[in-house]
């Protein structure tokens, strides 16, 4: 019997003891966690980036070419010599780190929280200052 799959985090789990796929399974999670956990992207509108860094983050933005064809609004990252792709869920939030903007998904497609919140400013300049002082730690 295979693992079951969890419907909300699309993680693995439950594998029946001695199963084969185990270590396929549990390194697939590992990615997604990583992926989901660091939430901060690089951009939401660039294509295929010529020279990306191992680890950085974009959101495939729509009607993507070449490696990121057929992936639009999934969370991309590279990972040294590939692609590794996240589908994303209604609700996740993503915070772009060149942009300072904040995207929500909204289950088909990512939303600038700045389009469409009158009470944006504040929240940012906020979010903007805790962000900072995190990352002088």
Do not use: C
């Not at 796929?21 to 295929?48: C, F, P």
């Not at 991309?76 to 060149?98: C, D, H």
């Amino acid at each position: 019997m295979p693992a079951k799959l969890d419907p909300i985090s699309q993680l693995n789990y439950g594998w029946p003891k001695g199963e084969n796929d185990w270590a396929t399974g549990m390194d697939e999670n590992l990615r997604r966690i990583g992926v989901l956990l660091q939430n901060g992207i690089k951009s939401h509108t660039t294509q295929v980036p010529a020279s990306p860094a191992v680890g950085d983050l974009y959101i495939v933005p729509p009607s993507a070419t070449g490696l990121w064809a057929g992936k639009d609004g999934q969370i991309a990252t590279w990972e040294a010599a590939t692609w590794f792709f996240v589908v994303p869920r209604n609700g996740l939030i993503m915070y772009n780190t060149t942009t300072k903007d904040i995207l929500v998904y909204n289950g088909s497609t990512w939303v600038s929280v700045v389009a469409t919140d009158p009470t944006y400013a504040a929240f940012k300049a906020a979010y903007d200052a805790f962000v900072t002082s995190v990352l002088q730690w």
